[in-house]
C-alpha cells in the first residue's frame, strides 16, 4: 500500500536511519554492538554457553560486527547463527594487514562452526635428507612428519619437485639418489665428491630463507629464517636489526599455508615496508 501511494521516499528514508537494534540478534545487547571500537581487530561471536562460533577480522570493528546484521540474506546458515549469538568479543590490533594473520591464527585454534574458508587440512610437503648406507646423503620429497624437520616445505607436492630438481640440475646431483630417477642404476658417483654437491646445495637452499621484518610505524611482523615468527608492536626506539630485543617484544604464532602465502602477496605489494635483516 505505501508503495502503490508513492511512498518510495519514505521506505528509503526508513531504511537510512541509524537504528540497528532492529536488526541484530535476539539475545544480543545492543549495547555489544554500540560499544565496538571503530579500529582494526579481530572478532569473535559466541554462543549461551560462550562457545566461539565465528572468527572475523576487520579494519574497523564495529562498521564490520554491524554488516553482519544487515542486508536481505536470509539463508538457512545465517539465520542459525543470528539466533545463536549470545555475546560478542573482540581483539584490537595495530593494522589490517595483522588482523588478517591473527584470524587465520584463531581460526586454526578455535575452528569455530560458522566458518568454512581456512578450516581444510593443509597437507605439506617437504625436501628430507639423509644419509643411506652407502654413506650418500640423499635428497627426497615425503609428507611433512610432525618430528622431523625437512629442509623446506612446500603446500604442492608438484612445487617440491620443482625445487628438488632445479637443486639437481644448478648443483649437479644424481636424480636416482634424489628418487627422481627410478630406473636401474648401474654407475654411481663418488661418495665423498658427490656428498660435498649435496651440502652446497643445502646451503643454497638455506640461503634463501631470508630473515626480515614488514613494519607498518610501530606494528611488526617477523620473519626468521623463512619461516613466520610472530607479530605485535615494539618500542619505535629498538632497531629492526636487534632481531633478540625485537622478538622479545613480539607474540610468537604458529605459522600455517595462508600465512605464508599472505606475508608474500604483502611484501610484493608493499617493498618499501619490508626491511631485510643480513
Known amino acids: 500500500m505505501v508503495i502503490q501511494n508513492n511512498g518510495e521516499r519514505l521506505i528509503k528514508e526508513m531504511l537510512k536511519k541509524d537504528n540497528h537494534g532492529q536488526t541484530l540478534p535476539a539475545h544480543l545487547p545492543e549495547k555489544q554492538v554500540m560499544g565496538l571500537p571503530q579500529k582494526p581487530g579481530v572478532y569473535y561471536f559466541h554462543d549461551q554457553k560462550d562457545k566461539v562460533l565465528y572468527v572475523g577480522k576487520a579494519k574497523n570493528l564495529k562498521k564490520r560486527v554491524i554488516s553482519h546484521f544487515t542486508g536481505l540474506d536470509i539463508s538457512k546458515k545465517r539465520q542459525e547463527l543470528l539466533r545463536t549469538v549470545y555475546r560478542i568479543s573482540y581483539v584490537e590490533c595495530p593494522t589490517e594487514f595483522i588482523a588478517s594473520l591473527f584470524e587465520s591464527v584463531e581460526i586454526k585454534r578455535l575452528w569455530p562452526i560458522h566458518n568454512k574458508s581456512q ?88 640461503e ?44 610468537m604464532y604458529p605459522e600455517n599455508e595462508v600465512i605464508r602465502s599472505m606475508i608474500r602477496n604483502y611484501t610484493e605489494r608493499y617493498p618499501s615496508k619490508v626491511i631485510r635483516i643480513a
Not at 626480515?212 to 605485535?232: K, T
Open 208 to 251: 634463501q630463507k631470508e630473515t626480515f621484518v614488514i613494519r607498518d610505524q610501530s606494528a611488526y611482523v617477523l620473519v626468521e629464517n623463512g619461516v613466520f615468527y610472530g607479530m605485535g608492536t615494539a618500542s619505535t626506539d629498538i632497531g629492526v636489526h636487534e632481531l633478540e630485543a625485537l622478538k622479545e617484544q613480539l607474540t
Open 119 to 206: 578450516k581444510r587440512f593443509e597437507q605439506v610437503w617437504g625436501i628430507y635428507q639423509f644419509e643411506d648406507n652407502r654413506g650418500y646423503i640423499r635428497l627426497g620429497i615425503d609428507k611433512k612428519r610432525k618430528h622431523l624437520q625437512p629442509i623446506a616445505c612446500f603446500a604442492l607436492l608438484a612445487d617440491a619437485h620443482r625445487m628438488l630438481w632445479k637443486l639437481v640440475k644448478m648443483h649437479d646431483l644424481h636424480p636416482a639418489l634424489c628418487f627422481l630417477d627410478l630406473t636401474a642404476q648401474h654407475i654411481w658417483p663418488d661418495v665423498q665428491e658427490y656428498n660435498q654437491r649435496v651440502l652446497a646445495a643445502l646451503q643454497w637452499v638455506a
